[in-house]
């Protein structure tokens, strides 16, 4: 996707996410988190609707804030 905005807060154990759409200010097109980096990681992805449309989980050792990030920006498929 071209033309929008990534905002990102990463915390001690959570990635929380949305983008932006240039067209509308404010217009958001999808909102996440990544929780439990370290111990549970677990990324859900709504979009706009407030619909889930990707909700997937890793093993304790398999996804760090770097991976997060990863599937956050670069590894996703649902935009």
Known sequence: MSGCI???NAGSSSIK????????EADVLYRGQVE???VSPH?????SA???IDDRT?????????AAAVEILGGSCWW
Do not use: C, K, M, S
């Not at 996410?17 to 509308?24: E, I, K, Q, V, W």
């Not at 990324?43 to 979009?47: H, K, P, T």
């Open 36 to 38: 439990g980096l370290g």
């Open 6 to 8: 990534a905002v990102i």
């Open 43 to 47: 990324l859900i992805v709504r979009n």
């Open 58 to 66: 890793w093993p304790a050792a398999g996804l760090d804030h770097g």
């Open 17 to 24: 996410f949305a983008l932006y759409g240039l067209a509308r």
């Open 50 to 52: 407030g619909q889930t």
